[in-house]
């Protein structure tokens, strides 16, 4: 073999002296002839050994060139192989460059770095190795067989950063690892083709973003690309098949510390940028392309867009971020053969404080993986969320959950998301258009702020909550004016709580329903609320309520609405309602009604048609300056139908007071009387008004009760609109029943409705005689007048029972005439239960009922007796013995302060008196209230 070295007309740099260069020279071309004389006459193949430090030029003349060993480029010095050169390696040799690699093959003469042998396998030799500082200059370049060592590449770097790295032409392939693996200041791959390696592909970790144009890559173990450190732009013309992922995979942060600019992310068909956690700082903004498709590598994968930095898309042709799994979008990247997106593949694309999205014609589907939406800020509001076109699928959480300075969401899908479908906290009211949310878990769509118009082009089914929930002040941070909800069929507003500021109007369009979601759930008007007239009923409803707006809780039949569901639209002091057709039902929960004044005196209520019905307390309760009702019905409220302190003038002809427990209207001013002319009663006979004069007399009207101050001569002698069905009582048990531990059948009489329309019952269950929130238990919605129940499972003590029946037009109701006690303790005598009690002793309720704390029980006994009264909690165990002893005859007073034995203050709750003589036992109930 000849072992040569480089020309001799290629001086070395680095500071070596041209005469230690002619003496290397000399040294050299010795030792050349000494192998020469040894080796005459042996098999050499035509090859040319080279090893140890080497530089100038390796010509054509004298290739192939063989590695027996290593070769070693100084630094500071460059070895130049001119076109056509091969350089062949035995196995576990390897080329380490410190200085310049420049390799100058064309089409016709390629360059290449292989093995020796003839049909070498992966790994036959080990690698080009890369040290800091080292540059590679490679035009039309192969390099094969190489990667023998683990984490290593046909060409690789360890120990520190290559300089740069200029590849034009040629490529890399059956590697025993990876066909390229560098870290890199300056890279740059064009025309490159890289196959059959066991590892990645191409794998940079980039100081700088490298430049990648018309790789073809294929059948690689690992990775076909992967940037790691900075990657950048991902150009046109990025392909490859057969990979263990076929993508180019990015991590780490977007452009490095290169000056902020836009990078853009090209459309390459089956070849998608797969990103694992990547940051985009410093004011960068990332350009996806139509077309494009962006994958997230696994669980733990997100992108996140810092403060000042922007994620864009351009629209005209579908953009897909999505899961590595989803072979639906670019094909089947990670390889599996099989598999498609699951909710919670990835984390999120996250934006944090003043960052920027701009997304046009644009889908992200599979993520939420860290309880976090699709879209996630996590680090304050961010600048701007403008999206048109496209959606949001499949996420593990919400779609979106985000805080946003300003937001622009039209013509989207938001579909099947475990959370919401989306969930903003947006600082200036929100622009929605176009919205089709569902299958989402929570709420279809969640303003937690600011709400502004809502349109009716926002629509959805088979979401938690099938509406637009919206909470806070209604566009508090935007200039004043009036902010219109519109009529979406189907898919009603749900109210949270929100409040509307003096300097605003809530406009609610004809025929909408407002629901609201909770007990808690208020709207509170500082400024104006108004319903136009025409177009329909308004409705503000419960949740529950299926009867207006459809099944908004997607419970199908298993919640009916009921009294107390919501707690009430309240005008506070100065504002104004203009109400037309405008419904109220099943609010009051704070028990004072479901249309309100609070905290001063509201100016002006216009209220023609429409009504209030089934509040929990009063139907409609104002201190007001004016007010006028004309045609409205108050239908079935647990308190009075209309509640009125006026203060200048106060108007209700015309209306309906109908099945209210309490006062049909009660006026608490006497100085303003309530004109309540040419309204129903609920009989032809006119109200019940035993009270002589204050204006009028009517001590035999069988109509509902009226109190001083209402004029309502004459009246109407008939109703206008539905009527509730008829009156009817109860059967059975009988009042005052022992129920203990037994299966009981409850019964009552049937009734009828005038309109002819289906009735149903509701059998209600109370700690109290006014029912309301005190309901414990009730079984809704039956047809027949006769129920079985198990009362073990009632609680120990005194209760009430009642049944309430309802219609199935618009929903009225009429409580039965009364309500029965039951008791569901022990009968100390089973033949006379009732004559024990009444023998042995007489009690009075407790009083206060509900107590703060200290509450007592009054009771009277025959003659002297062993007394012990017992506190005792729902479940029949002993809280505290408050009296435990002899007492004599007459009436007798036992407190109790709320504490248990050992004088610590009990939970809120029910809790019960037990008092036991000689001759039987009586309990009654007391509810202590949160300290």
Known sequence: ??????????????????????????LLSLAMFVVLILTCGQDTDAQTLIEDEIWGTLSLANSPYLVVDHIAVPEDSTLILQAGVEVHFRSGSYLLLRGNLVAEGTPESPVYFRSEL?????????????????????????????????????????????????????????????????????????????????????????????VLEALQVNNNSGMA??????????????????????????????????????????ANPNFPVVVNRLE??????????????????????????????????VGGTDVWFTSLADDSRAGDTNGDGASQGSPGDFRSIL???????????????????NSEGLLHSNDGFMASLDWEGGGLIGGGDHGIDVNCVETRLRNLAVNDHAGHGLAINPTFAPELDSIDANGNGLYAIYLEANPGHLPNTLTGSNNGVNGVVVGGDLASNDPAGTWVWSHSPGFPVVIEDVEVSAANTLEIEPGSVVKFLDSDAFLWIFGALNVPSGGGTTWFTSLADDAQGGDTNNDGAASLPWPGDWRHVALRAGAVANLNDTWFAYGGSTGQGQFISSLGTAADVVWTGGGSAASAADGARFVVDRFTATGVQFLSNEMSGLRLTPSDSAIATSCEFVGNEGLTVLNLDEDVIVDATNSWWGHVSGPYDPTDGNPDYNPDGLGGPVSDFVMYRDWAPAPTGNQPPSAFTLQTPEDGTYVYGELVEFTWDATVDPEGEDVVYDLEFSTITSFGSAVYERVEGLTATEWTVDTSALPFGTSYWRVVARDEGLGRRIASPGFHRIDNIPATDAENPTDNRRLAFET????????????????????????????????????????????????????????????????????????????????????????
Not at 351 to 369: C, I, K, P, W
Request: aromatic share 6%; charged share 20%.
């Open 844 to 931: 009075s309720r407790v009083q206060p009922n509900p107590a703060a704390a200290r509450s007592e029980l009054v009771f009277s006994l025959p003659k002297t007796d062993q007394v012990t009264v017992r506190i005792v909690r729902v479940d029949g165990r002993l809280v505290r013995t408050v009296h435990d002893g002899v007492l004599p005859q007459g009436r007798h007073t036992v407190a109790w302060s709320g504490e248990d034995a050992r004088g610590e203050r009990v939970a809120a709750g029910v809790y019960f008196y037990q008092l036991t003589t000689s001759a039987g036992q009586l309990v009654e109930r007391v509810t202590v209230l949160r300290q």
């Open 225 to 266: 690309i992967k940037i790691t450190g900075a990657p950048g732009d991902v150009p046109l013309g990025l392909s490859g098949t057969g990979n263990g992922l076929n993508a180019i995979y990015v991590d780490d942060q977007l452009g490095g510390d290169s000056l902020p600019q836009t990078w853009t992310w090209d």
């Open 118 to 210: 003839a049909e070498p396998d992966p790994g036959s030799w080990r690698s080009v190795i890369l040290r800091t500082g080292a540059n590679v200059d490679f035009t039309e370049t192969w390099i094969e067989d190489g990667g023998a060592n683990t984490n290593e590449g046909g060409m690789s770097s360890s120990l520190g950063t290559a300089g740069s790295i200029v590849w034009n032409g040629g490529g890399v392939r059956n590697c025993g690892d990876h066909g390229i693996s560098v870290n890199a200041d300056l890279s740059e791959f064009r025309n490159l083709t890289i196959e059959d390696n066991a590892g990645d592909g191409l794998a940079v970790v980039a100081t700088t973003p490298p």
């Open 1 to 26: 073999m000849f072992h040569t070295t480089p020309h001799a007309s290629t001086r070395p740099v680095g500071g070596r002296s041209e005469a230690g260069a002619r003496r290397r020279q000399a």
């Open 280 to 313: 985009i700082q410093n004011g960068n903004v990332l350009r996806v392309a139509p077309g494009a498709v962006v994958k997230f590598n696994d669980s733990g994968a997100y992108l996140r867009v810092w403060s000042g930095s922007r994620l864009e898309t």
């Open 351 to 369: 934006l944090r404080e003043n960052s920027s999205l701009f997304f046009r014609d644009t889908y992200v589907s599979y993520g939420g993986a």
